[in-house]
C-alpha cells in the first residue's frame, strides 16, 4: 500500500539555522509533490509544487528537492526564523488525487 | 475576500443526529474537495468533484454524502453521526484537477465534535 512517511514529528532548531525536513514515500508514482505549511486551528497553505521530471524548485528562502529514484523530497527553510514555526506537510500527486503526509511540526527558537 | 470559505466553523453535535457543512470558492476554481483530518493531524481526501461531477470518492461510509449545486459549492451531509466523526472537515478547490497541476487552497475546517 502507498505510504508517505515524514521525518520527525517534531524537528526544533535555531533561528537563523537551516530546517531541513524530509518526505519519504512508498509504492506510489507521484506526477508531482507539493508542500504545504499549516498553522493551529487554520487549513493548510501551499508553498510550493516540483513535477516529477523536476530536481529543484525555489521560491524566496524555500527550496523543494525531489528524486524519484530514492523516493523522497527535501524541503528547506534558509535563515529560519520564529514565524516559520508551524507544521509542514507533503502532499504526492497523482490522476487529480493528492496524498498526504503526516506532517513535521517545525519550532524555530529565538 | 475569503478565498475558500466554511460554516460552521464548530459543530457539535449528538450521536445520530445529521448535519451538513457547507462550503464556497470564490476563486473561480473547476475542482472542490473535502478532507478529513483527525487527532493525529493526519489529512485524508474524501471526495472531489470537478464541475459538479463526483471524481474521487475514496472509501468514506455511505453516511457521507456530498452535493455540488453549482462549481462554486460543495457541501457535506452526513447521517446518523458516530463518535468516529469527530475530527476537523477541510474544503478545498484547485484550478484544474484534469491536468493535476494546480495547487489546493484550503478553507479554515470545521471541527466537528459528536458526543
Known amino acids: 500500500s502507498q505510504k508517505i512517511e515524514q521525518n520527525s514529528e517534531a524537528l526544533n532548531i535555531q533561528e537563523g539555522k537551516t530546517a531541513t525536513l524530509t518526505c519519504n514515500y512508498t509504492n506510489y508514482s507521484p506526477a508531482y509533490l507539493q508542500w504545504y505549511r499549516q498553522d493551529p486551528g487554520r487549513g493548510p497553505v501551499f508553498l510550493l509544487l516540483i513535477r516529477e521530471n523536476e530536481k529543484e524548485k525555489r521560491k524566496e528562502r524555500l527550496k523543494v528537492t525531489f528524486d524519484t529514484t530514492l523516493k523522497q523530497s527535501l524541503f528547506h527553510i534558509t535563515a529560519s526564523q520564529p514565524a516559520d514555526s508551524a507544521t509542514y506537510l507533503c502532499a504526492l500527486s497523482n490522476a487529480g488525487k493528492s496524498t498526504f503526509g503526516d506532517g513535521t511540526t517545525l519550532t524555530v527558537k529565538p | 475576500d475569503t478565498a475558500v470559505s466554511q460554516t460552521p466553523k464548530y459543530l457539535v453535535t449528538q450521536m445520530g443526529n445529521d448535519k451538513s457543512i457547507k462550503c464556497e470558492q470564490n476563486l473561480g476554481h473547476d475542482t472542490m474537495y473535502w478532507y478529513k483530518q483527525d487527532s493525529k493531524k493526519f489529512l485524508k481526501i474524501m471526495f472531489s468533484y470537478n464541475n459538479k461531477e463526483l471524481i474521487i470518492n475514496e472509501t468514506v461510509p455511505n453516511r457521507f454524502s456530498p452535493k455540488s449545486p453549482d462549481k462554486a459549492h460543495l457541501n457535506l451531509h452526513i447521517n446518523s453521526l458516530e463518535l468516529g466523526d469527530s475530527a476537523v472537515y477541510f474544503c478545498?478547490?484547485?484550478?484544474?484537477?484534469?491536468?493535476?497541476?494546480?495547487?489546493?487552497?484550503f478553507g479554515p475546517g470545521t471541527r466537528l465534535t459528536v458526543t
Open positions: 478545498a478547490s484547485s484550478q484544474d484537477q484534469g491536468l493535476g497541476l494546480y495547487e489546493q487552497y
